[in-house]
Protein backbone atom coordinates (compact mmCIF):
# COMPACT_ATOMS: atom_id res chain seq x y z
CA UNK A 1 0.00 0.00 0.00
CA UNK A 2 1.67 3.44 -1.16
CA UNK A 3 1.95 6.03 1.48
CA UNK A 4 1.65 9.30 0.35
CA UNK A 5 3.94 12.38 1.75
CA UNK A 6 1.85 14.70 3.15
CA UNK A 7 1.23 18.15 1.63
CA UNK A 8 3.10 20.37 3.98
CA UNK A 9 6.09 18.66 3.35
CA UNK A 10 5.96 20.48 -0.53
CA UNK A 11 4.41 24.16 0.97
CA UNK A 12 6.37 26.92 2.24
CA UNK A 13 6.45 27.39 5.77
CA UNK A 14 5.89 31.04 5.96
CA UNK A 15 2.28 33.10 4.99
CA UNK A 16 4.19 35.22 2.51
CA UNK A 17 5.93 31.75 0.56
CA UNK A 18 2.40 29.95 0.96
CA UNK A 19 0.35 32.95 -0.22
CA UNK A 20 2.49 33.74 -3.55
CA UNK A 21 2.39 30.17 -4.32
CA UNK A 22 -1.52 30.13 -4.67
CA UNK A 23 -1.08 33.35 -6.51
CA UNK A 24 1.43 31.39 -8.56
CA UNK A 25 -0.73 28.86 -9.25
CA UNK A 26 -3.86 30.94 -9.89
CA UNK A 27 -2.03 33.02 -12.20
CA UNK A 28 -0.52 29.88 -14.23
CA UNK A 29 -4.23 27.92 -14.33
CA UNK A 30 -5.53 31.69 -15.35
CA UNK A 31 -2.95 32.06 -18.20
CA UNK A 32 -3.12 28.61 -19.37
CA UNK A 33 -6.89 29.10 -19.65
CA UNK A 34 -6.62 32.55 -21.43
CA UNK A 35 -4.25 30.84 -23.89
CA UNK A 36 -6.74 28.43 -24.63
CA UNK A 37 -9.51 30.38 -24.94
CA UNK A 38 -7.49 33.10 -27.15
CA UNK A 39 -6.19 30.21 -29.29
CA UNK A 40 -10.01 28.64 -30.11
CA UNK A 41 -11.54 32.52 -30.57
CA UNK A 42 -8.47 33.01 -33.01
CA UNK A 43 -9.24 29.86 -35.07
CA UNK A 44 -12.85 30.72 -35.19
CA UNK A 45 -12.12 34.32 -36.12
CA UNK A 46 -9.79 32.74 -38.81
CA UNK A 47 -12.31 30.09 -39.97
CA UNK A 48 -15.38 33.26 -39.87
CA UNK A 49 -13.61 35.48 -42.28
CA UNK A 50 -11.92 32.62 -44.35
CA UNK A 51 -15.73 31.31 -44.43
CA UNK A 52 -17.38 34.51 -45.56
CA UNK A 53 -14.43 35.01 -48.26
CA UNK A 54 -14.88 31.57 -49.83
CA UNK A 55 -18.92 32.26 -49.76
CA UNK A 56 -18.08 35.42 -51.78
CA UNK A 57 -15.73 33.75 -54.26
CA UNK A 58 -18.63 31.20 -54.76
CA UNK A 59 -21.13 33.57 -55.47
CA UNK A 60 -18.90 35.92 -58.03
CA UNK A 61 -17.43 33.06 -59.28
CA UNK A 62 -21.31 31.71 -59.47
CA UNK A 63 -22.41 34.51 -61.37
CA UNK A 64 -19.60 34.71 -63.65
CA UNK A 65 -20.45 31.41 -64.70
CA UNK A 66 -24.45 32.01 -65.07
CA UNK A 67 -24.09 34.86 -67.21
CA UNK A 68 -21.32 33.16 -69.48
CA UNK A 69 -22.32 31.59 -72.74
CA UNK A 70 -22.43 27.96 -72.84
CA UNK A 71 -20.18 27.18 -74.49
CA UNK A 72 -17.28 28.92 -72.62
CA UNK A 73 -18.80 27.87 -69.88
CA UNK A 74 -16.06 24.78 -69.71
CA UNK A 75 -13.25 27.34 -70.12
CA UNK A 76 -13.95 29.75 -67.13
CA UNK A 77 -14.37 26.55 -65.10
CA UNK A 78 -11.25 24.95 -66.21
CA UNK A 79 -9.15 28.38 -65.58
CA UNK A 80 -10.90 28.87 -62.43
CA UNK A 81 -10.73 25.67 -61.13
CA UNK A 82 -7.07 24.22 -58.80
CA UNK A 83 -6.50 22.37 -55.87
CA UNK A 84 -7.63 24.61 -53.54
CA UNK A 85 -11.08 25.64 -55.19
CA UNK A 86 -12.25 23.46 -57.47
CA UNK A 87 -15.99 23.69 -59.58
CA UNK A 88 -17.20 21.73 -61.96
CA UNK A 89 -20.14 21.45 -64.03
CA UNK A 90 -22.77 18.47 -63.23
CA UNK A 91 -26.77 17.49 -64.45
CA UNK A 92 -26.93 16.44 -60.39
CA UNK A 93 -26.78 18.86 -57.45
CA UNK A 94 -24.39 18.02 -54.66
CA UNK A 95 -25.80 14.39 -53.49
CA UNK A 96 -26.30 14.10 -49.53
CA UNK A 97 -23.58 13.07 -47.22
CA UNK A 98 -23.19 11.89 -43.94
CA UNK A 99 -20.08 13.93 -43.99
CA UNK A 100 -22.32 17.40 -43.45
CA UNK A 101 -21.09 17.28 -39.79
CA UNK A 102 -22.58 21.22 -39.22
CA UNK A 103 -25.67 21.36 -40.67
CA UNK A 104 -26.04 25.14 -39.03
CA UNK A 105 -22.73 26.58 -40.89
CA UNK A 106 -24.14 25.06 -44.26
CA UNK A 107 -27.49 26.67 -43.77
CA UNK A 108 -25.94 29.70 -42.90
CA UNK A 109 -24.12 29.78 -46.34
CA UNK A 110 -26.94 28.62 -48.05
CA UNK A 111 -29.10 31.45 -47.22
CA UNK A 112 -26.14 33.72 -47.72
CA UNK A 113 -25.91 32.18 -51.80
CA UNK A 114 -29.44 32.86 -51.59
CA UNK A 115 -29.59 36.30 -51.39
CA UNK A 116 -25.97 37.18 -52.93
CA UNK A 117 -27.55 35.22 -55.98
CA UNK A 118 -31.59 36.44 -55.80
CA UNK A 119 -32.45 32.80 -56.18
CA UNK A 120 -35.88 31.56 -55.16
CA UNK A 121 -37.13 28.63 -53.19
CA UNK A 122 -37.89 26.59 -56.05
CA UNK A 123 -33.80 26.85 -57.15
CA UNK A 124 -31.95 26.62 -53.75
CA UNK A 125 -28.43 25.54 -53.57
CA UNK A 126 -27.07 22.68 -51.46
CA UNK A 127 -24.57 23.43 -49.39
CA UNK A 128 -22.48 20.65 -47.27
CA UNK A 129 -20.10 21.81 -44.21
CA UNK A 130 -17.99 18.62 -43.26
CA UNK A 131 -14.67 17.75 -40.78
CA UNK A 132 -12.62 15.62 -43.32
CA UNK A 133 -10.91 15.68 -46.53
CA UNK A 134 -12.86 15.61 -49.79
CA UNK A 135 -11.84 13.69 -53.11
CA UNK A 136 -10.95 15.72 -55.59
CA UNK A 137 -12.09 14.09 -59.26
CA UNK A 138 -8.85 13.23 -60.77
CA UNK A 139 -6.46 14.89 -59.05
CA UNK A 140 -5.98 13.61 -55.71
CA UNK A 141 -7.11 14.79 -52.33
CA UNK A 142 -7.57 17.53 -50.21
CA UNK A 143 -5.24 17.26 -46.94
CA UNK A 144 -7.89 18.45 -44.21
CA UNK A 145 -7.62 17.17 -40.90
CA UNK A 146 -10.84 16.27 -38.80
CA UNK A 147 -12.40 18.25 -36.07
CA UNK A 148 -15.15 18.24 -33.83
CA UNK A 149 -17.85 20.36 -34.68
CA UNK A 150 -19.30 23.31 -32.49
CA UNK A 151 -22.47 23.40 -33.60
CA UNK A 152 -22.49 27.42 -33.40
CA UNK A 153 -24.79 28.87 -35.67
CA UNK A 154 -23.48 31.82 -38.87
CA UNK A 155 -20.38 32.78 -39.82
CA UNK A 156 -19.00 32.71 -36.07
CA UNK A 157 -18.92 28.89 -36.10
CA UNK A 158 -16.42 28.40 -39.21
CA UNK A 159 -13.73 26.94 -36.25
CA UNK A 160 -16.46 23.33 -36.73
CA UNK A 161 -15.15 22.19 -40.47
CA UNK A 162 -12.38 22.17 -42.44
CA UNK A 163 -13.56 22.55 -45.78
CA UNK A 164 -17.12 23.50 -47.56
CA UNK A 165 -19.25 22.12 -50.57
CA UNK A 166 -21.90 23.62 -52.30
CA UNK A 167 -23.93 23.22 -55.33
CA UNK A 168 -25.45 26.15 -57.62
CA UNK A 169 -28.63 25.59 -60.34
CA UNK A 170 -27.96 26.96 -63.35
CA UNK A 171 -30.53 28.70 -65.23
CA UNK A 172 -30.22 25.81 -68.10
CA UNK A 173 -30.69 22.83 -65.51
CA UNK A 174 -27.32 22.30 -64.58
CA UNK A 175 -25.32 22.69 -61.45
CA UNK A 176 -22.26 24.37 -60.94
CA UNK A 177 -20.57 22.10 -57.80
CA UNK A 178 -17.53 23.97 -55.64
CA UNK A 179 -15.50 22.31 -53.49
CA UNK A 180 -12.63 24.35 -51.46
CA UNK A 181 -10.89 24.33 -47.82
CA UNK A 182 -11.03 26.57 -45.34
CA UNK A 183 -7.66 28.49 -44.10
CA UNK A 184 -5.37 27.26 -41.74
CA UNK A 185 -5.58 29.36 -38.13
CA UNK A 186 -1.50 29.08 -38.39
CA UNK A 187 1.00 28.89 -35.43
CA UNK A 188 -1.07 30.38 -32.54
CA UNK A 189 2.05 30.41 -29.85
CA UNK A 190 4.24 32.95 -31.79
CA UNK A 191 7.52 34.19 -30.26
CA UNK A 192 5.76 37.33 -30.05
CA UNK A 193 2.82 36.17 -27.92
CA UNK A 194 4.84 33.80 -25.61
CA UNK A 195 6.82 37.57 -25.01
CA UNK A 196 3.72 39.41 -24.08
CA UNK A 197 2.20 36.65 -22.07
CA UNK A 198 5.65 36.30 -19.96
CA UNK A 199 6.04 39.90 -19.61
CA UNK A 200 2.20 40.21 -18.36
CA UNK A 201 3.01 37.19 -15.65
CA UNK A 202 6.04 39.02 -14.67
CA UNK A 203 4.65 42.10 -13.95
CA UNK A 204 1.32 40.64 -12.46
CA UNK A 205 4.05 38.31 -10.04
CA UNK A 206 5.92 41.34 -8.98
CA UNK A 207 3.09 43.36 -8.03
CA UNK A 208 1.41 40.56 -6.30
CA UNK A 209 4.83 40.12 -4.59
CA UNK A 210 4.84 43.48 -3.44
CA UNK A 211 1.09 43.98 -2.39
CA UNK A 212 1.69 40.42 -0.42
CA UNK A 213 4.67 41.21 1.33
CA UNK A 214 3.10 44.90 2.22
CA UNK A 215 0.32 42.80 4.03
CA UNK A 216 2.18 40.22 6.22
CA UNK A 217 5.59 42.07 7.01
CA UNK A 218 3.44 43.80 9.73
CA UNK A 219 2.41 40.40 11.25
CA UNK A 220 6.33 38.85 10.93
CA UNK A 221 6.84 42.21 12.93
CA UNK A 222 4.35 41.90 15.16
CA UNK A 223 6.35 38.42 16.03
CA UNK A 224 9.06 40.01 16.05
CA UNK A 225 8.26 41.92 19.15
CA UNK A 226 6.29 39.22 20.58
CA UNK A 227 9.46 37.82 21.01
CA UNK A 228 11.45 40.42 22.29
CA UNK A 229 8.90 40.71 24.78
CA UNK A 230 9.80 37.85 26.58
CA UNK A 231 13.48 39.09 26.73
CA UNK A 232 12.83 42.88 27.66
CA UNK A 233 9.27 44.26 29.10
CA UNK A 234 10.30 47.33 28.41
CA UNK A 235 11.29 47.07 24.68
CA UNK A 236 9.70 50.09 22.52
CA UNK A 237 6.19 49.82 21.10
CA UNK A 238 5.44 48.06 18.04
CA UNK A 239 4.73 50.52 15.18
CA UNK A 240 0.54 50.65 14.33
CA UNK A 241 0.91 50.77 10.68
CA UNK A 242 -0.59 48.28 7.59
CA UNK A 243 -4.48 47.17 7.28
CA UNK A 244 -6.74 47.86 9.56
CA UNK A 245 -6.53 44.49 11.15
CA UNK A 246 -2.55 44.93 11.76
CA UNK A 247 -3.03 47.91 13.08
CA UNK A 248 -5.50 46.72 15.51
CA UNK A 249 -3.44 43.58 16.01
CA UNK A 250 0.04 46.20 16.92
CA UNK A 251 -2.32 48.56 18.95
CA UNK A 252 -3.32 45.50 21.22
CA UNK A 253 -0.08 44.23 21.60
CA UNK A 254 1.14 47.34 22.85
CA UNK A 255 -1.23 47.81 25.17
CA UNK A 256 -0.94 44.01 26.56
CA UNK A 257 3.01 45.07 26.56
CA UNK A 258 2.13 48.15 28.88
CA UNK A 259 -0.23 46.23 31.08
CA UNK A 260 2.66 43.80 31.73
CA UNK A 261 4.79 46.00 32.44
CA UNK A 262 2.37 47.70 34.94
CA UNK A 263 1.69 44.25 36.63
CA UNK A 264 5.33 43.57 37.13
CA UNK A 265 6.16 47.40 38.34
CA UNK A 266 3.07 47.05 40.81
CA UNK A 267 4.58 43.31 42.10
CA UNK A 268 7.66 44.93 42.84
CA UNK A 269 6.28 47.91 44.79
CA UNK A 270 4.24 45.07 46.58
CA UNK A 271 6.92 43.26 47.55
CA UNK A 272 9.38 46.45 48.29
CA UNK A 273 6.95 47.57 50.64
CA UNK A 274 6.56 44.22 51.95
CA UNK A 275 10.54 43.82 52.93
CA UNK A 276 10.45 47.37 54.31
CA UNK A 277 7.73 46.36 56.59
CA UNK A 278 9.24 43.16 57.71
CA UNK A 279 12.21 44.55 58.33
CA UNK A 280 11.17 46.31 61.56
CA UNK A 281 9.64 43.64 63.41
CA UNK A 282 12.64 41.13 62.10
CA UNK A 283 14.58 43.89 64.10
CA UNK A 284 13.08 43.87 67.05
CA UNK A 285 12.63 40.26 67.32
CA UNK A 286 16.45 40.09 66.65
CA UNK A 287 17.16 42.63 69.54
CA UNK A 288 14.81 40.53 71.74
CA UNK A 289 16.20 37.60 70.95
CA UNK A 290 20.17 38.74 72.08
CA UNK A 291 17.96 39.17 75.30
CA UNK A 292 17.67 35.45 76.12
CA UNK A 293 19.65 34.31 78.74
CA UNK A 294 19.95 30.58 76.90
CA UNK A 295 23.08 30.93 74.70
CA UNK A 296 21.90 27.88 72.77
CA UNK A 297 18.09 28.78 72.71
CA UNK A 298 19.38 32.30 71.41
CA UNK A 299 21.74 31.32 68.77
CA UNK A 300 19.00 29.89 67.31
CA UNK A 301 16.60 31.87 67.46
CA UNK A 302 19.32 34.57 65.79
CA UNK A 303 19.64 31.82 63.03
CA UNK A 304 16.00 32.17 62.37
CA UNK A 305 15.69 35.30 62.33
CA UNK A 306 18.80 35.65 59.36
CA UNK A 307 17.51 33.08 57.65
CA UNK A 308 13.88 35.21 57.20
CA UNK A 309 15.86 38.44 56.79
CA UNK A 310 18.11 36.28 53.81
CA UNK A 311 14.69 35.21 52.32
CA UNK A 312 12.87 38.52 52.20
CA UNK A 313 16.29 39.86 51.33
CA UNK A 314 16.75 37.57 48.44
CA UNK A 315 12.77 37.72 47.00
CA UNK A 316 13.32 41.15 46.97
CA UNK A 317 16.29 40.95 44.39
CA UNK A 318 14.51 38.43 42.01
CA UNK A 319 11.70 40.69 41.74
CA UNK A 320 13.74 43.61 40.56
CA UNK A 321 15.80 41.56 38.95
CA UNK A 322 13.35 41.03 36.16
CA UNK A 323 11.61 44.08 36.22
CA UNK A 324 15.61 45.94 35.77
CA UNK A 325 15.45 48.26 32.79
CA UNK A 326 19.41 48.24 32.25
CA UNK A 327 21.16 48.83 29.25
CA UNK A 328 23.26 46.72 26.97
CA UNK A 329 26.94 47.35 26.23
CA UNK A 330 29.89 45.24 24.70
CA UNK A 331 31.76 43.65 26.97
CA UNK A 332 34.36 40.68 26.74
CA UNK A 333 32.28 37.88 27.85
CA UNK A 334 35.66 35.57 28.35
CA UNK A 335 37.44 38.39 30.49
CA UNK A 336 34.18 38.93 32.76
CA UNK A 337 33.92 35.17 33.24
CA UNK A 338 37.47 34.95 34.30
CA UNK A 339 37.24 37.72 36.78
CA UNK A 340 34.53 35.93 38.69
CA UNK A 341 37.17 32.67 38.66
CA UNK A 342 39.56 34.67 40.40
CA UNK A 343 37.81 36.68 42.79
CA UNK A 344 36.28 33.45 44.20
CA UNK A 345 39.70 31.92 43.81
CA UNK A 346 41.57 34.86 45.60
CA UNK A 347 38.61 33.74 48.74
CA UNK A 348 40.01 30.79 48.49
CA UNK A 349 37.38 28.42 46.50
CA UNK A 350 38.24 26.50 44.56
CA UNK A 351 37.26 27.75 40.82
CA UNK A 352 39.33 27.79 37.43
CA UNK A 353 38.43 28.69 34.13
CA UNK A 354 39.99 27.22 30.57
CA UNK A 355 41.92 29.99 28.61
CA UNK A 356 39.73 30.85 25.80
CA UNK A 357 40.37 34.11 23.31
CA UNK A 358 38.01 37.24 23.51
CA UNK A 359 34.78 36.90 22.75
CA UNK A 360 32.94 40.26 22.77
CA UNK A 361 28.81 40.43 23.25
CA UNK A 362 26.00 43.05 23.48
CA UNK A 363 24.85 42.27 27.17
CA UNK A 364 23.22 43.44 30.19
CA UNK A 365 26.50 43.55 32.29
CA UNK A 366 24.99 43.49 35.76
CA UNK A 367 22.50 40.87 35.14
CA UNK A 368 24.64 38.62 33.30
CA UNK A 369 27.46 39.18 35.93
CA UNK A 370 24.74 37.99 38.60
CA UNK A 371 23.85 34.84 36.89
CA UNK A 372 27.21 33.22 36.50
CA UNK A 373 27.89 34.67 39.63
CA UNK A 374 24.99 32.40 40.72
CA UNK A 375 25.96 29.38 38.70
CA UNK A 376 29.68 29.35 39.80
CA UNK A 377 28.54 29.80 43.22
CA UNK A 378 25.98 26.93 43.07
CA UNK A 379 28.85 24.61 41.68
CA UNK A 380 31.50 25.46 44.26
CA UNK A 381 29.06 25.34 47.53
CA UNK A 382 26.89 21.89 46.10
CA UNK A 383 29.69 20.13 43.91
CA UNK A 384 32.73 21.27 45.66
CA UNK A 385 34.87 23.11 43.06
CA UNK A 386 33.93 24.32 39.53
CA UNK A 387 35.58 24.73 36.01
CA UNK A 388 34.40 27.04 33.41
CA UNK A 389 35.04 27.12 29.97
CA UNK A 390 33.85 29.52 26.68
CA UNK A 391 33.18 29.07 23.38
CA UNK A 392 31.77 30.50 20.44
CA UNK A 393 29.63 29.35 16.82
CA UNK A 394 28.90 31.62 14.15
CA UNK A 395 25.22 31.36 15.87
CA UNK A 396 25.59 31.18 19.51
CA UNK A 397 28.40 31.85 22.29
CA UNK A 398 28.27 28.94 24.97
CA UNK A 399 29.67 28.93 28.76
CA UNK A 400 29.85 25.23 30.49
CA UNK A 401 30.43 25.39 34.59
CA UNK A 402 31.11 21.89 35.72
CA UNK A 403 31.18 20.59 39.15
CA UNK A 404 32.27 17.13 40.85
CA UNK A 405 29.27 17.25 43.08
CA UNK A 406 26.49 14.33 43.34
CA UNK A 407 24.77 15.14 40.48
CA UNK A 408 20.74 16.15 40.26
CA UNK A 409 18.17 13.19 39.48
CA UNK A 410 17.10 13.73 36.13
CA UNK A 411 13.41 14.62 37.17
CA UNK A 412 14.19 17.27 39.08
CA UNK A 413 16.75 18.93 36.84
CA UNK A 414 13.83 21.57 35.48
CA UNK A 415 12.58 21.70 38.62
CA UNK A 416 15.54 23.27 40.00
CA UNK A 417 14.67 26.37 38.32
CA UNK A 418 11.84 26.74 39.77
CA UNK A 419 11.65 29.98 42.54
CA UNK A 420 12.11 28.60 46.27
CA UNK A 421 12.48 25.14 44.89
CA UNK A 422 15.42 22.87 46.66
CA UNK A 423 16.11 19.45 45.86
CA UNK A 424 17.05 18.07 49.48
CA UNK A 425 18.35 14.98 48.42
CA UNK A 426 21.27 16.44 46.77
CA UNK A 427 21.51 19.48 48.17
CA UNK A 428 22.45 20.12 51.59
CA UNK A 429 19.53 22.71 53.35
CA UNK A 430 22.19 23.85 56.13
CA UNK A 431 25.19 24.96 53.29
CA UNK A 432 22.55 28.21 53.40
CA UNK A 433 20.58 29.86 50.21
CA UNK A 434 16.57 30.02 49.69
CA UNK A 435 16.42 28.56 46.40
CA UNK A 436 16.41 31.46 44.00
CA UNK A 437 19.65 31.20 42.62
CA UNK A 438 19.14 29.11 39.77
CA UNK A 439 15.79 31.19 38.56
CA UNK A 440 17.67 34.38 38.93
CA UNK A 441 20.16 32.91 36.25
CA UNK A 442 17.04 32.08 34.49
CA UNK A 443 15.59 35.46 34.42
CA UNK A 444 18.98 37.64 33.69
CA UNK A 445 20.15 34.63 30.56
CA UNK A 446 16.05 34.29 29.14
CA UNK A 447 16.12 38.05 29.13
CA UNK A 448 19.34 38.21 26.78
CA UNK A 449 17.35 35.65 24.63
CA UNK A 450 19.18 32.47 25.85
CA UNK A 451 19.14 29.51 27.31
CA UNK A 452 19.76 27.80 30.73
CA UNK A 453 19.95 24.14 30.81
CA UNK A 454 21.20 21.71 33.61
CA UNK A 455 22.68 18.05 32.97
CA UNK A 456 25.03 15.21 34.65
CA UNK A 457 27.98 14.18 33.46
CA UNK A 458 28.67 11.11 32.39
CA UNK A 459 31.88 10.90 34.68
CA UNK A 460 30.15 12.67 37.53
CA UNK A 461 28.66 16.20 38.45
CA UNK A 462 26.86 18.38 37.11
CA UNK A 463 26.98 20.76 34.00
CA UNK A 464 25.16 23.90 33.47
CA UNK A 465 25.00 25.50 29.78
CA UNK A 466 24.41 29.16 28.99
CA UNK A 467 23.64 29.74 25.04
CA UNK A 468 23.53 33.42 24.12
CA UNK A 469 22.40 34.04 20.15
CA UNK A 470 24.85 35.91 18.59
Avoid: C
Amino acid sequence: MKRFLPASLFLPASLFGQTMLVLFAGLVISLLAGSWIYTNDREQAVRAVGGFAAAERIANLARLVRDAPADLRPRIIAGLSDRTFMLRLSPQPLPGSADDDDASVALSIKQFLMDALTLDAAHQPRVAASTIGVQHPGNGHFMMRRGPPDGGGGFGGFGAFRNLRASIPLPDGQWLTFTTALPEAGLTFTPQFMMSMIIMAIIVFAVSAWAVRRVTSPLASLATAAERLGRDMNAPPLPETGSTETRQASRAFNEMQVRLRNLIDNRTRLLAAISHDLRTPLTLLRLRAESVENANERDRMLATIAEMDSMVGATLNFARDEAVNEPRKSLDIVALTQSIADDMGDAGLAVEMEPAGSIVYEAHATALKRALTNLVENAVKYGGSAHVSASETPSFIEINIDDEGPGIPPDELKKVFEPFYRVEASRNSETGGVGLGLAIALSAIQAHGGELSLANRPEGGLRATIRLPK
